[in-house]
């Protein structure tokens, strides 16, 4: 294997010898005043892409030969001024392999610079701008080559505020635009990339309504092209007569039967030679753009970067692991992907399946799991955690109050919590069940094994509903143990708050529940030892850590019914440890869950009428977002009244939502709990925490509307 300094000094010998099998052919084919064959065009493109296959030459040398191999390509083919270019540009190539031979290795010939050769530019290493010393992601993208104010405005909008940013904005498809095929070659059926000049250009009625046609006419030397356009009224002021254009998209036989047709093309606006050399003869990156800023000037701008800045990324990843899975280095990626190798698989590219795109994905996981493991081990080693010593003096107790066993899965769970509590190192555990699964009695045996050892619980939910839920499923038991307990959400009286607080203040409360309310500057523990958090994913980190916060290093436990995979788990939340209560209790019915269509509604509510005649209940869930909420809540309003008088006649039809005060909502509730009310129409208010045995049928309208979680947690509800 060649070593780096070995490989600089074969470069010069490779171009020169490459030169030796161009120049005789090149010469006679002008000497014979530019007789050219189409064996010449095959022969010079081929020993150039050859060339460019097995050897890294300097960016400014591939520069060249991409001018050269350009043309050499049959849509260039009858260009009186080729061979006289042609030979000029073998003068350049000329000079450079003389210049390489006696000059040290560039920076461009290093292996890290392999990937980002592959696109023109004429300036040599020599020239251009030394790299800043500031980081790449503090370096500000204005002060880029080609940007200023004007367009870093634009890049903003695109998420690109600093050098770094630029670099990372990978584009989102490639157009396979190395071959440009000449206008007389075109072939109906098949997708191809032509070169040409716009002529004849302009919008055409149509007998359909609604249906605008923008047709152009594209000339090479081979002949002339139509392209058309439908629906895009707005081309008449971009394509206009004139212009050259790169265009790749399907051909057609033409509607009249004669000759072909490229119809809805990708289209690209090129300025002269100089300049095709980003845009045409390679696989093209494609980017997101924004109004001002297309993809060619961010071809433009990512070239100057990668020149001046390619080389300068910090790898994260070690040698050994890039060579453990053949991945390419950082700097090499990056440029990999903007402006591919020729060769490069179009296919893999778009499915971003390459080596680079897989190292890219490794290292972004890699890099959050490092993150979230270290933050862990820091939280661990920094953070002295409360010793519980789990007495059992409410616990124990608590067994013989449980009108059940716990499952075998509740049990382990139960052990790694208990587990965590007694280390000297603050608990930070996910808890993850079914909707049904017990994880509230879990979280209760917790909280009265910190309250058994002289500590303050508290049990924090996203919703009054479910708080309340909460507080009538404990309640019951705190109150066989004598266990006080207080309840704050924002719909608690002035009144009862400040005395609930002074409780709370002075450790006269030893558990609390409530909502977001908890989290207010006034609310002060104690003595807090454990938090519990549920519906963790309807809470924001900070929030969590502000409830945390009101203690010296609580356990905290957060407990969520989203199905989440393990493996995902432990990506999102990585520094968590994860309990999962994989078992339901004996005796739950599975839930079934069927589709109606929109004409099919009268089967769905047949079916509510079955159970409410057979004495259960039943929910129809209506959707509710904030971006429509007022209209949404009249559409609920409407739906209940309706479905009193034609539906379900005779039945006692409740509506529940979160507008409605805290006593409303309880009130209603209650009288759903009691079997008062047979069919509550509700928003989206009941997704967590309302538990009902005896409704056994939900019918959810516009369920394209709900996410998937928000489904699963709804169907939870019955059963």
Same mark, same amino acid.
């Given at each position: 294997?060649?070593?780096?300094?070995?490989?600089?000094?074969?470069?010069?010998?490779?171009?020169?010898?490459?030169?030796?099998?161009?120049?005789?052919?090149?010469?006679?084919?002008?000497?014979?005043?530019?007789?050219?064959?189409?064996?010449?065009?095959?022969?010079?493109?081929?020993?150039?892409?050859?060339?460019?296959?097995?050897?890294?030459?300097?960016?400014?040398? =591939?520069?060249?030969?991409?001018?050269?191999?350009?043309?050499?390509?049959?849509?260039?083919?009858?260009?009186?001024?080729?061979?006289?270019?042609?030979?000029?540009?073998?003068?350049?190539?000329?000079?450079?392999?003389?210049?390489?031979?006696?000059?040290?290795?560039?920076? =461009?010939?290093?292996?890290?610079?392999?990937?980002?050769?592959?696109?023109?530019?004429?300036?040599?290493?020599?020239?251009?701008?030394?790299?800043?010393? *500031?980081?790449?992601?503090?370096?500000?993208?204005?002060?880029?080559?080609?940007?200023?104010?004007?367009?870093?405005?634009? /890049? =903003?909008?695109?998420?690109?505020?600093?050098?770094?940013?630029?670099?990372?904005?990978?584009?989102?498809?490639?157009?396979?635009?190395?071959?440009?095929?000449?206008?007389?070659?075109?072939?109906? =059926?098949?997708?191809?990339?032509?070169?040409?000049?716009?002529?004849?250009?302009?919008?055409?009625?149509?007998?359909?309504?609604? !249906?605008?046609?923008?047709?152009?006419?594209?000339?090479?030397?081979?002949?002339?092209?139509?392209?058309?356009?439908?629906?895009?009224?707005?081309?008449?002021?971009?394509?206009?007569?004139?212009?050259?254009?790169?265009?790749?998209?399907?051909?057609?036989?033409?509607?009249?039967?004669?000759?072909?047709?490229?119809?809805?093309?990708?289209?690209?606006?090129?300025?002269?030679?100089?300049?095709?050399?980003?845009?045409?003869?390679?696989?093209?990156?494609?980017?997101?753009?924004?109004?001002?800023?297309?993809?060619?000037?961010?071809?433009?701008?990512?070239?100057?970067?990668?020149?001046?800045?390619?080389?300068?990324?910090?790898?994260?990843?070690?040698?050994?692991?890039?060579?453990?899975?053949?991945?390419?280095?950082?700097?090499?990626?990056?440029?990999?992907?903007?402006?591919?190798?020729?060769?490069?698989?179009?296919?893999?590219?778009?499915?971003?399946?390459?080596?680079?795109?897989?190292?890219?994905?490794?290292?972004?996981?890699?890099?959050?799991?490092?993150?979230?493991?270290? *933050?862990?081990?820091?939280?661990?080693?920094?953070?002295?955690?409360?010793?519980?010593?789990?007495?059992?003096?409410?616990?124990?107790?608590?067994?013989?109050?449980?009108?059940?066993?716990?499952?075998?899965?509740?049990?382990?769970?139960?052990?790694?919590?208990?587990?965590?509590?007694?280390?000297?190192?603050?608990?930070?555990?996910? /808890?993850?069940?079914?909707?049904?699964?017990?994880?509230?009695?879990?979280?209760?045996?917790?909280?009265?094994?910190?309250?058994?050892?002289?500590?303050?619980?508290?049990? !924090?939910?996203?919703?009054?509903?479910?708080?309340?839920?909460? !507080?009538?499923?404990?309640?019951?038991?705190?109150?066989?143990?004598?266990?006080?307990?207080?309840?704050?959400?924002?719909?608690?009286?002035?009144?009862?708050?400040?005395?609930?607080?002074?409780?709370?203040?002075?450790?006269?409360?030893?558990?609390?529940?409530?909502?977001?309310?908890?989290?207010?500057?006034?609310?002060?523990?104690?003595?807090?030892?454990?938090?519990?958090?549920?519906?963790?994913?309807?809470?924001?980190?900070?929030?969590?850590?502000?409830?945390?916060?009101?203690?010296?290093?609580?356990?905290?436990?957060?407990? #969520?019914?989203?199905?989440?995979?393990?493996?995902?788990?432990? #990506?999102?939340?990585?520094?968590?440890?994860?309990?999962?209560?994989?078992?339901?209790?004996?005796?739950?019915?599975?839930?079934?869950? *069927?589709?109606?269509?929109?004409?099919?509604?009268?089967?769905?509510?047949? /079916?509510? *009428?079955?159970?409410?005649?057979?004495?259960?209940?039943?929910?129809?869930?209506?959707?509710?977002?904030?971006?429509?909420?007022?209209?949404?809540?009249?559409?609920?309003?409407?739906?209940?009244?309706?479905?009193?008088?034609?539906?379900?006649?005779?039945?006692?039809?409740?509506?529940?939502?979160?507008?409605?005060?805290?006593?409303?909502?309880?009130?209603?509730?209650?009288?759903?709990?009691?079997?008062?009310?047979?069919?509550?129409?509700?928003? #989206?208010?009941?997704?967590?925490?309302?538990?009902?045995?005896?409704?056994?049928?939900?019918?959810?309208?516009?369920?394209?509307?709900?996410?998937?979680?928000?489904?699963?947690?709804?169907?939870?509800?019955?059963?």
């Amino acid at each position: 294997m060649e070593t780096d300094s070995a490989a600089d000094t074969q470069i010069p010998r490779k171009l020169q010898a490459l030169l030796d099998r161009l120049n005789r052919p090149i010469q006679s084919a002008y000497e014979n005043q530019g007789a050219s064959s189409t064996q010449l065009d095959s022969f010079v493109s081929s020993q150039i892409v050859e060339a460019l296959r097995s050897t890294v030459f300097p960016a400014h040398v =591939e520069a060249e030969l991409l001018v050269l191999r350009f043309l050499f390509q049959e849509q260039e083919g009858r260009s009186p001024k080729r061979l006289e270019t042609a030979r000029q540009v073998l003068g350049r190539l000329s000079t450079m392999a003389l210049q390489q031979t006696s000059d040290s290795p560039s920076r =461009e010939s290093s292996p890290e610079r392999r990937a980002s050769t592959d696109h023109g530019d004429s300036r040599s290493a020599e020239n251009r701008p030394v790299p800043s010393n *500031r980081a790449l992601h503090e370096t500000d993208i204005r002060f880029a080559k080609g940007v200023g104010p004007k367009r870093a405005l634009l /890049l =903003e909008k695109l998420g690109i505020r600093t050098i770094e940013d630029a670099l990372w904005f990978l584009p989102w498809r490639y157009e396979d635009r190395s071959r440009i095929v000449s206008i007389s070659q075109l072939v109906p =059926e098949e997708k191809a990339t032509i070169a040409g000049t716009i002529h004849q250009a302009g919008l055409r009625r149509t007998r359909r309504r609604n !249906m605008t046609l923008f047709t152009m006419s594209v000339q090479d030397e081979t002949g002339v092209v139509e392209v058309v356009f439908f629906n895009q009224p707005y081309l008449d002021g971009v394509l206009q007569n004139g212009l050259r254009v790169v265009l790749s998209g399907p051909v057609v036989r033409h509607r009249r039967g004669v000759g072909v047709q490229m119809r809805t093309p990708q289209y690209e606006v090129v300025d002269e030679d100089e300049d095709l050399l980003l845009h045409v003869g390679r696989i093209v990156p494609v980017y997101h753009e924004t109004r001002g800023l297309s993809s060619r000037q961010l071809r433009r701008i990512l070239w100057g970067l990668l020149e001046t800045y390619g080389s300068d990324l910090e790898d994260p990843l070690p040698s050994r692991l890039l060579e453990q899975h053949r991945w390419p280095s950082l700097n090499e990626a990056i440029a990999s992907l903007h402006f591919p190798v020729m060769g490069s698989d179009l296919s893999l590219l778009n499915d971003w399946q390459t080596p680079a795109h897989h190292r890219l994905a490794f290292e972004e996981g890699f890099l959050l799991q490092l993150a979230l493991a270290f *933050r862990q081990r820091m939280r661990q080693s920094a953070s002295p955690g409360i010793a519980f010593r789990l007495s059992g003096s409410y616990t124990t107790p608590l067994q013989k109050h449980l009108p059940f066993q716990l499952t075998d899965a509740q049990q382990r769970v139960l052990a790694e919590i208990e587990a965590d509590m007694r280390a000297a190192r603050p608990m930070n555990r996910l /808890l993850q069940g079914d909707v049904g699964s017990g994880k509230t009695i879990v979280a209760l045996h917790a909280m009265l094994g910190a309250c058994g050892d002289g500590y303050q619980a508290a049990l !924090m939910a996203p919703t009054e509903i479910l708080a309340e839920q909460h !507080m009538l499923t404990i309640r019951p038991y705190l109150d066989a143990l004598d266990v006080s307990v207080a309840f704050l959400t924002g719909g608690t009286s002035p009144k009862e708050r400040a005395t609930a607080l002074a409780r709370i203040a002075a450790g006269h409360v030893q558990l609390i529940v409530g909502t977001h309310a908890l989290l207010e500057q006034d609310v002060q523990f104690a003595k807090l030892g454990i938090v519990v958090v549920d519906e963790q994913h309807k809470f924001g980190v900070l929030q969590r850590g502000k409830l945390r916060e009101k203690a010296l290093y609580p356990d905290v436990l957060v407990m #969520t019914a989203t199905p989440i995979p393990r493996t995902l788990a432990m #990506t999102i939340y990585g520094d968590l440890d994860v309990s999962v209560i994989d078992e339901l209790p004996a005796g739950r019915q599975p839930i079934r869950t *069927r589709v109606f269509r929109h004409n099919a509604r009268s089967r769905a509510y047949e /079916l509510v *009428r079955k159970e409410v005649h057979e004495g259960r209940q039943a929910y129809i869930v209506y959707p509710l977002v904030e971006e429509s909420e007022k209209l949404d809540l009249e559409a609920v309003m409407q739906a209940a009244e309706r479905l009193r008088s034609t539906e379900f006649v005779g039945m006692n039809v409740g509506i529940i939502h979160g507008r409605m005060k805290s006593d409303e909502r309880a009130q209603i509730m209650n009288a759903f709990r009691a079997g008062d009310v047979h069919v509550l129409v509700a928003t #989206t208010v009941i997704e967590v925490g309302v538990d009902v045995p005896n409704a056994t049928v939900m019918v959810i309208e516009h369920a394209d509307r709900f996410g998937l979680a928000q489904l699963h947690q709804l169907r939870g509800r019955v059963g």
